[in-house]
């Protein structure tokens, strides 16, 4: 069987910097991996892969450009002065941990035995923030 070759193969070199910053736009203002290999020309499993190859060299991680804010509760932002209550039931359990992803992009993390009350103002004044 004869072959023909159609086109010009290419292959490009990307340096890890490159690469870190293709990655690190997945998520930016809602860009899906998909949407993000489209715009750079490249395969959605490259990102991926990219993913782990800077993981594993340690110049990546998913936590990297985390913000944390202080936050305060008062009762002078109109916001009741609360201790995280914990549920009576939970106390002798080992804690579990939540990640929660708010709609402004950013993350909060805390125990799963924290009340519902306490977890909605910890919320409300995150995106407050």
């Not at 782990?52 to 990297?64: A, C, H, I, Q, V």
């Not at 804010?69 to 549920?87: K, T």
């Amino acid at each position: 069987m004869r072959g023909e070759i159609l086109g010009l193969e290419r292959r490009r070199r990307w340096r890890d910097e490159d690469k870190l910053g293709i990655v690190m736009s997945v998520g930016v203002d809602g860009a899906t991996v998909t949407q993000v290999a489209q715009r750079h020309d490249v395969n959605r499993q490259q990102i991926y892969t990219w993913r782990r190859e800077l993981k594993k060299k340690g110049l990546w991680s998913p936590d990297d450009g985390a913000l944390f804010f202080p936050v305060e509760l008062s009762s002078a932002q109109g916001i009741p002065d609360v201790r995280p209550a914990i549920r009576e039931e939970s106390v002798n359990s080992d804690p579990v941990p939540v990640e929660l992803r708010l709609s402004n992009g950013r993350c909060l993390r805390f125990d799963g035995r924290l009340d519902a009350a306490t977890l909605t103002q910890l919320i409300r004044a995150v995106e407050a923030a």
